[in-house]
């Protein structure tokens, strides 16, 4: 496994860490640039070195396993790599923390979305995603869920359940373009994360929330759509959060 040359120049220096199928534990955290978070499974199967390290991914592939590959943190310099790597090390072998049950946080921390832990197929997704090609005269209607996505923690409009939540409310659009589209395609970070075929649209008011009327569908997901994970860049236009294909 490697990722490709656009992949690597997206993610600059990182912090990984590797983890065992079997209970899902994290047995090793490093830091690196390029393929080096591939790298210790390679060592194990090339080399007759003996560690702890390079015995657990052996034994992990013997057992019919495949090590798991996170991304912690990246798009870092190599000084701040080489310290998120050493708090990371310190903080999950203290000997004098319970880590059962360790973080209280209700907030993800800074840069979660953009920068926060992914696994190697959350990263090629973010980067090395391909471009969107729309089949035949497929109307779509892209939205832009942007605060949404993540969750604003005080703002009630953008605090939703589920991803169908997130997508169907509440937008400002042309409901009689709207009602023609085919697929409604949920984008944060102009990569599909969802798509949906809407059944109906309908206005919405609420004077907590917004003023005025906004539009809201009722709708299926089509968890197979080829137009998942693709990069909708080529038909981003402005910063409307609404933008219509072949419509």
């Not at 955290?29 to 199967?45: E, L, T, Y």
């Not at 992914?118 to 391909?130: F, G, M, P, R, W």
């Not at 400002?172 to 984008?187: I, R």
């Amino acid at each position: 496994m490697e990722f490709k040359e656009t992949v690597i120049e997206a993610l600059n220096y990182y912090v990984y860490c590797l983890v065992d199928p079997r209970n899902n534990r994290i047995f090793y955290i490093g830091k690196g640039h390029g393929n080096r978070v591939f790298q210790h499974v390679k060592s194990a199967m090339e080399e007759k070195e003996a560690s702890l390290k390079l015995s657990t991914i052996r034994d992990i592939i013997s057992s019919g396993y495949s090590v798991k590959y996170y991304i912690i943190r990246h798009n870092l310099s190599e000084e701040v790599a080489y310290q998120i790597e050493s708090t990371l090390i310190d903080f999950l072998t203290y000997n004098e923390f319970n880590l059962s049950y360790v973080l209280t946080n209700v907030q993800p921390g800074y840069h979660n979305w953009d920068e926060g832990i992914k696994s190697v197929d959350e990263i090629n997704i973010l980067y090395d995603c391909a471009p969107l090609e729309i089949s035949g005269r497929d109307r779509l209607l892209i939205v832009k869920l942007n605060k949404t996505y993540t969750g604003s923690p005080t703002e009630r409009i953008y605090q939703r359940e589920n991803m169908y939540e997130k997508t169907r409310k509440y937008w400002k659009l042309n409901p009689e373009k709207a009602q023609k589209a085919d697929f409604v395609l949920a984008v944060f970070k102009k990569v599909v994360r969802a798509v949906y075929k809407p059944e109906r649209w309908f206005p919405v008011q609420n004077e907590e929330m917004f003023s005025g009327i906004r539009y809201a569908f009722d709708g299926v997901e089509i968890e197979n759509s080829p137009y998942l994970n693709k990069d909708v860049s080529k038909y981003i236009r402005g910063m409307n959060p609404v933008q219509y294909i072949n419509i």
